[in-house]
């Protein structure tokens, strides 16, 4: 069954919210599972791919870190909490879940941004994950794909 698109930006917030709560506990992606699938209203959102997002960022962490870092003005330990998940979970998409175009993740992390962090934080977010795209594009046609 494919999913909405409201679904799948359901599973995004609540993975933002996944991760950030992480960050700051360090609890497993099953234990946080758990909280949330107790705690929050996920009828409506593709739990499949907030599992996914979750784990995955939880175990890609200095793989997504790295990536990012070339782009960030300052450490990524530096970095708020809301923007760094944010900005993890974009990372962890842009990376690994090649078959979701790269405007649909930078849009939906501006939109996550705008959701959850600071009212300028959205434009830190677009920069660092615009830079992170052109890159990943010239990569990508060095290559030849």
Do not use: C
């Not at 107790?38 to 739990?47: A, G, I, P, R």
């Amino acid at each position: 069954m494919k999913m909405k698109p409201a679904e799948r930006r359901r599973a995004r917030q609540s993975a933002v919210q996944a991760i950030y709560q992480w960050q700051i506990t360090k609890l497993s992606a099953g234990q946080i599972i758990e909280q949330f699938s107790t705690d929050q209203d996920l009828s409506k959102t593709d739990v499949p791919y907030f599992k996914e997002l979750l784990t995955g960022v939880i175990h890609r962490v200095d793989f997504l870190d790295e990536k990012l870092s070339p782009y960030l003005s300052r450490k990524i330990e530096d970095v708020d909490m809301v923007d760094k998940a944010v900005l993890r979970l974009a990372m962890f998409e842009l990376t690994q879940r090649t078959d979701i175009p790269h405007k649909v993740v930078l849009n939906e992390a501006i939109e996550l941004a705008k959701d959850f962090a600071t009212d300028e934080s959205y434009k830190f977010v677009n920069g660092v994950l615009d830079k992170a795209l052109r890159s990943l594009k010239l990569r990508e046609e060095e290559q030849g794909k």
